[in-house]
């Protein structure tokens, strides 16, 4: 899973993208959901629009590992190898964007809160209800 790295470069994102990304700010009228296949939190404003699919692959790995955060035991402590990798290469890309100084509203604090997962667990219960 670490061929989401193209360089040796500290930034992950090439330099149209990555102003794409501190381009973005936050919404007041941001609405939050449930990506139901990768299983995250999203708001409607943190999303860069045209960019790589390299780029838009590492920012799907910065949202998964934000609600990964919110409860990181279940995807660290997994029987599951593949979990506990792709846990392993979401962290290492926030770890990496983060030491990179890259500003991007998924960052705030208001959406890293620990509170949030009662909105990740309300989504859950919501999309799986009728299963």
Known sequence: MNDVFDSDSNDLFPPA????IEALTE??????????????????????????MSTFTKIMMLMAYRSMMYRPEMFR????????????????TWER?????????????SRTDP????????AER?????M
């Open 17 to 20: 993208d990555r102003a794409k």
């Open 27 to 52: 919404d007041p009228n941001a609405t939050v959901g449930y990506e139901l296949s990768k299983g995250i939190l999203m708001w409607s404003d943190e999303e860069p629009r045209d960019v790589e």
């Open 77 to 92: 402590d997994s029987q599951d190898e593949f979990i506990r990798e792709w846990f392993a290469a979401c962290r290492a």
């Open 97 to 109: 964007a983060r030491a990179s100084g890259l500003r991007w509203i998924g960052f705030a604090p």
């Open 115 to 122: 509170a949030n997962l009662a909105l990740l667990l309300e």
């Open 126 to 130: 919501i999309e799986f209800s009728d």
